[in-house]
């Protein structure tokens, strides 16, 4: 069940993929959200306040995964572990409140916010990069773990593979949001990238 937070979160969500932190208004936020400014402040402190909440609601869970908590059975489990959580995660971005569809926003407008969140404040930064750093070493282990166990082979060294699945993962994400294209497609492109990938490692 939806709170009154949640609520106010989602619907700002909307305001600020469609326009920057800089142009949305206070008076707009309490308008779209139908509240009074004071029970709007009851919620939050400030539009900076709300910003920052709905960047770590809706948008951390973009570029931030437990690669911790996947598989180390194998690289191919773990990197399926992390397409499904992709999965997941498009689920719940193209669900807000029931009402939100990628298909609404124009071209690039999700990655704004990211953008703004990452110019702004510096403690954002350096959260996201932490987080780049530990993707980085939880693919490079895993890699390793693949290489020592025969299931892969290659020249390359397990750092530079790591770089590939996720530079290219970075790659598909992109494309499509310059194209325009379904979030849902995400898993499908993943997979039929990242199998691929594999197979040519494949021992």
């Known amino acids: 069940m939806n709170t009154t937070k949640d609520f106010i979160l989602g619907e700002c969500l909307k305001l600020f993929l469609r326009k920057s932190f800089k142009d949305v208004t206070l008076k707009e936020i309490v308008e779209t959200t139908r509240l009074s400014k004071g029970a709007f402040y009851h919620y939050f402190t400030s539009k900076e306040s709300l910003f920052l909440e709905v960047i770590d609601t809706f948008f951390t ?10 598989s180390q059975e194998s690289l191919f489990r773990f990197y399926h572990d992390h397409i499904n959580d992709l999965g997941k995660m498009v689920t719940e971005l193209t669900d807000i409140n029931g009402s939100l569809s990628i298909r609404e926003i124009p071209d690039f407008n999700y990655l704004y916010p990211l953008f703004d969140a ?9 959260k996201i990069q932490k987080a780049r750093e530990y993707e980085l070493e939880q693919w490079t ?4 773990r693949a290489m020592a166990s025969g ?34 497609d995400i898993k499908e492109s993943f997979t039929d990238l990242w199998d691929g990938f594999y197979e040519s490692l494949k021992s």
């Open 61 to 70: 869970k973009m570029i931030v995964f437990d690669f911790g908590a996947y």
């Open 118 to 126: 990452l110019r702004m404040i510096p403690e954002y930064h350096n």
């Open 141 to 144: 282990m895993a890699i390793e």
């Open 151 to 184: 299931e892969i082979k290659s020249l390359m060294a397990a750092g530079h593979l790591a770089k590939m699945f996720i530079f290219s993962g970075n790659g598909i994400g992109l494309n499509i949001i310059m194209s325009n294209r379904p979030a849902g």
